[in-house]
């Protein structure tokens, strides 16, 4: 029966049947255990162990959905602000659980919501949406049924049964609704961090860090034990609701990085990793218009410019298509700058080739195709060539002789008509019919 539950849950979970996060009494979860153990030379060794378990809401006392699993029992009010369902939301079948053990190691402090005592031990559940949506850590409490003696195991964790219900309660978590963020440049973008705590005025720590490469620096503080902060771009007011996104000032290259954001509660630290990625798309241009037009062996430099994008991996490609064809050509003779790095951390490449037509290259378009990251379908810009024969000394001679005798033909008939007129006055028109006719022929 169950299984057949299970089966259903899963199916319905892919379909995307169940919809919403914030109506479901249960979670399929990782439990991702530490261990360590002395090896033969002494020294300590760690391994993970991950285990298949379900994570469940509702009350107190409330039997497993799946008693041959491990459930971890998350008592909640409906609606409640230490609710992480409450903050999920997308397809419930693109979401990833993880519950992990918490170490408070080192920090013997109790922590102050209501009915903490000093045996409690403590998990963390990472809820993550697979599409970036969002990322929700919560803290988890959990009163064994016996206090684990310390001295017992290197591991200081009492093991969990096949089948046992832990019941645990959230007391606080950590989410931003942006663990992916991209950005252009001179933008300034907010990056989205927001907690709860199950007890009021809470002694906090907030701080931001932005992490590149291996180095750390600390753009942001605020303490509540000062009632000071250090840095910008954190409301201070936004922080007595739980809000703590950063706005960042206008981005350049350099605020690429990790942004950390970390809430500290004793003896609980809660963080999220915020990537944020810079995106400039190129410019592109042509150095022709859209007809070019050039005569049989003329020859002609055509360049196609990508100016100021961001970052510097950019491809360009110069096809040409005839109406008849059906797909276009690769242009193989193409050649290109180096990049260029201008000052702003932008980047510039020019892909170019020497036209030098037949007739048989009139009617082709030709078309620089321009991908790059921050481009959903590349950017095209084209221009038809038109080749005309060349113009030969024979050609030109010709070409005045016609205009000379078209002139001439007009002057005689004007002379003509001039005469045609005087002569109906004088009643002499049948003669000079006679002429116009021999002209005609
Ligand atoms: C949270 O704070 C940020 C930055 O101060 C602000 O832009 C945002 O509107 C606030 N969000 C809410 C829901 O108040």
């Not at 992990?100 to 009915?115: C, F, H, M, N």
Request: with cysteine; hydrophobic share 35%.
């Amino acid at each position: 029966m169950t299984v057949l539950k299970y089966i259903l849950f899963i199916g319905l979970f892919s379909t995307g049947v169940l919809g919403s996060v914030e109506g479901i009494r249960w979670l399929p979860c990782q439990l991702v255990e530490e261990f360590f153990h002395r090896n033969s030379e002494g020294h300590l060794e760690t391994s993970f162990h991950h285990r298949d378990v379900f994570l469940q809401f509702g009350k107190t006392g409330d039997l497993p959905e799946f008693p041959e699993a491990v459930t971890f029992l998350v008592t909640v009010h409906a609606g409640s602000k230490m609710d992480m369902r409450h903050y999920a939301d997308g397809d419930p079948g693109d979401l990833r659980c993880e519950i992990r053990r918490y170490s408070t190691a080192g920090i013997q402090v109790l922590w102050k919501g209501p009915e903490a005592q000093e045996d409690d031990v403590w998990f963390t559940c990472a809820l993550q949406h697979s599409q970036g949506l969002f990322s929700i850590t919560t803290f988890l409490r959990h009163r064994p049924a016996t206090p684990p003696n310390p001295q017992d195991d290197i591991n200081k964790w009492s093991p969990i049964g096949e089948r046992e219900t832990l019941s645990t309660t959230a007391v606080m978590l950590v989410l931003t609704r942006s663990p992916a963020v991209t950005s252009a440049l001179m933008r300034d973008p907010t990056l989205h961090c927001q907690f709860a705590v199950d007890h009021k005025q809470p002694d906090l720590t907030v701080e931001w860090r932005l992490q590149k490469h291996s180095e750390r620096k600390k753009l942001y503080s605020f303490s509540s034990r000062s009632g000071t902060s250090e840095g910008r771009g954190v409301s201070v007011r936004g922080l007595s609701n739980g809000n703590a996104s950063l706005l960042l000032p206008p981005t350049t290259t350099a605020s690429e990085g990790i942004y950390i954001c970390s809430i500290y509660v004793p003896p609980l630290y809660g963080s999220q990793d915020i990537s944020l990625q810079i995106l400039e798309s190129p410019r592109v241009s042509l150095n022709v218009g859209p007809t070019l037009q050039l005569s049989e062996g003329e020859s002609q430099k055509v360049v196609c410019d990508a100016e100021g994008y961001y970052p510097l991996d950019v491809q360009m490609e110069w096809l040409r298509q005839h109406q008849s064809q059906r797909l276009p050509e690769i242009l193989k003779t193409v050649l290109f700058s180096s990049h260029r790095h201008h000052p702003g951390g932008t980047y510039s490449l020019s892909a170019f080739f020497f036209l030098q037509p037949t007739a048989r290259d009139s009617g082709y378009t030709y078309t620089c195709r321009t991908s790059h990251a921050s481009l959903r379908t590349p950017i095209r810009k084209s221009f038809t060539l038109l080749v005309t024969e060349s113009a030969s000394w024979t050609d030109i001679i010709c070409g005045v002789g016609m205009f000379a005798f078209v002139g001439i033909m007009i002057y005689i008939l004007l002379v003509m008509l001039r005469y045609l007129h005087r002569a109906k006055k004088e009643s002499k028109v049948s003669d000079t019919v006679g002429i116009i006719c021999y002209f005609k022929l």
